[in-house]
């Protein structure tokens, strides 16, 4: 770097397994963003694709032109490990993080880079909005189940300090340094290959907010979700959950009795009632919200009592 050149300010990681019909897009939605002030790079990880993804990314047509890109591959599976190796290779001040099925706002950079320089946080968060790429939203999928396909908003731009206002892996910043304090991505937890665990990206969020580390909600920072057809399933969402109860089941019980506390019981026997009742009086296209709830309630069950 001269003495005329600014210092890397951000580093774009897209950490991709196996999504070559979706990272194309993707890739090339990145060559059309609204360049920052400050210089920029992207660091895309490999996460030990098998399918088309790496004659994608060795095509260089979808490189912004001016921009450094790197391509590096991480054999270890598992979304965490993937974020954790962009961390290691990334150069710029900042690492923003972005899925292989999303769709940036063209001025998703520069509301940012304004976030950084005006206040210099230690991570940022942005607003996500869900794109329906096959058809129209269904019937049964209620305004309120839109977060569980990734839609994010807390609102006017502001200081996030409680841990329900968590931001989301696809669309957030970390400064580099606060790893070093805070730690990296707990590799037990998010999406590996077909198994998607998710709670990574809260768990570091909790983690940051406990350590005393500043976070700014930056909601002019827009990233656009794409929904595939094959997640418009009731059964998509009761499997999220029957996994993530699973998870947090075993992880809650550690090295207690694999006895399960009688008070689970009862909340499973509450769940399915409820869902039950919700089903017989409105209709199948208003009870998902509380099925859900009852297939986590069995997963955290069974997670308690695996070995």
């Not at 990233?223 to 057809?229: G, S, T, Y």
Request: proline share 5%.
């Amino acid at each position: 770097m001269t003495a005329n050149e600014s210092p890397m300010l951000i580093t774009v990681a897209l950490c991709t397994h196996n999504h070559a019909d979706r990272i194309c897009r993707t890739l090339e939605d990145l060559g059309r963003l609204t360049p920052p002030s400050r210089p920029w790079e992207i660091v895309v990880v490999d996460n030990g694709c098998t399918d088309a993804t790496p004659s994608l990314l060795a095509d260089t047509r979808w490189r912004p032109v001016g921009v450094p890109v790197r391509v590096v591959r991480e054999e270890q599976l598992g979304l965490s490990n993937a974020r954790n190796r962009a961390l290691h290779e990334a150069k710029g001040e900042y690492l923003l993080f972005i899925d292989d099925d999303e769709t940036p706002d063209s001025r998703w950079l520069t509301a940012y880079e304004q976030a950084m320089l005006a206040h210099a946080p230690d991570a940022l968060g942005g607003r996500i909005e869900v794109l329906f790429e096959h058809g129209q939203q269904p019937a049964w999928l209620q305004e309120e189940l839109l977060g569980f396909l990734g839609r994010l908003d807390h609102g006017a731009e502001r200081w996030l300090t409680g841990p329900d206002t968590p931001f989301y892996g696809g669309n957030f910043a970390v400064r580099r340094e606060v790893f070093t304090q805070a730690g990296e991505f707990d590799t037990e937890l998010g999406r590996k290959g077909r198994i998607n665990l998710g709670g990574e990206d809260t768990e570091f969020y909790r983690r940051l907010i406990s350590t005393g580390h500043t976070v700014r909600w930056v909601p002019e920072a827009v990233i656009h979700h794409r929904i595939r057809a094959d997640k418009l399933r009731r059964s998509y969402f009761l499997e999220l959950h029957y996994r993530q109860g699973k998870s947090e089941g075993a992880r809650k019980r550690g090295d207690a009795s694999r006895l399960p506390p009688l008070y689970l019981f009862g909340q499973l026997g509450r769940a399915m009632w409820r869902a039950l009742r919700q089903h017989m009086s409105q209709g199948r296209n208003h009870s998902l919200r509380l099925e859900m709830n009852a297939v986590y309630f069995l997963g955290y069950l069974q997670g308690w009592v695996a070995q």
